[in-house]
């Protein structure tokens, strides 16, 4: 089986060091907005339910199509 490349190995690292696990340190160093920073995004709260499942489905949470807003939100904190 082959294994996925990392985009960003050094946001992968140390991720994996603050305990992450491989599988979530992955999908975030690999995410297209990996290692930029900012904080300039709206809070989850402002956002749309479709804007979040939009994020949700970026990422690769499961079951996304059937939560609400507030699911959404709660998904996208501790994925």
């Avoid at 709260?45 to 690769?60: C, D, V």
């Avoid at 996304?64 to 709660?74: G, Q, V, Y």
Wanted: charged share 40%; aromatic share 6%; proline share 4%.
């Amino acid at each position: 089986m082959d294994i996925p490349s990392i985009k960003n190995e050094d946001q992968y690292e140390a991720l994996r060091e603050k305990g992450y696990s491989k599988e979530k340190s992955a999908r975030i160093a690999n995410s297209p907005n990996s290692g930029k920073k900012g904080g300039k995004a709206q809070p989850y709260e402002e956002r749309t339910k479709e804007e979040l499942y939009e994020q949700a489905k970026n990422i690769g949470i499961d079951g996304r199509s059937k939560m609400d807003k507030a699911e959404l939100i709660h998904a996208l904190r501790n994925n």
